[in-house]
């Protein structure tokens, strides 16, 4: 298992989608579009193996209706490029706190082995 190389897979991945560009960790200066996985629980599979829980953050227009038509466009498009690299079990709208305020992200669980 090698967590940087999924992080890197999983950026990569991303900006495979029109109007979004992966990070394999968040960048310093946030716009919308930009996309970055963080690690959540290493859970116990078989044997000697782990499946990773993934939170990955996509940030999305700061307008709630922008936010919403961005979402109904790209959420097919979010979980196909992902499913080389994990199953994704939720996405969800959620405030990404920075320096100049909060911004809206979809935030993506996924799974992966």
């Known amino acids: 298992?090698?967590?940087?190389?999924?992080?890197?897979?999983?950026?990569?991945?991303?900006?495979?989608?029109?109007?979004?560009?992966?990070?394999?960790?968040?960048p310093s200066v946030l716009a919308a579009g930009d996309a970055w996985p963080l690690l959540g629980p290493l859970d116990r599979a078989s044997g000697y193996s782990f499946t990773a829980t993934w939170r990955v953050f996509v940030i999305i227009p700061s307008d709630e209706v922008k936010a919403s038509e961005w979402l109904d466009a790209h959420v097919d498009e979010l979980v196909e490029a992902l499913?080389?690299?994990g199953f994704v079990d939720q996405i969800l709208p959620v405030a990404v706190?920075?320096?100049?305020?909060?911004?809206?992200?979809?935030?993506?669980?996924?799974r992966s082995e």
Not at 15 to 20: E, F, H, L, N, Y
Not at 97 to 110: C, K, N, P
Request: aromatic fraction near 2%; hydrophobic fraction near 50%.
């Open 1 to 26: 298992m090698s967590l940087v190389g999924d992080r890197a897979a999983i950026a990569a991945v991303l900006s495979t989608i029109d109007g979004v560009t992966g990070y394999a960790s968040r």
């Open 97 to 110: 706190t920075t320096e100049a305020g909060d911004l809206l992200a979809a935030q993506i669980t996924m």
């Open 83 to 85: 499913l080389p690299v």
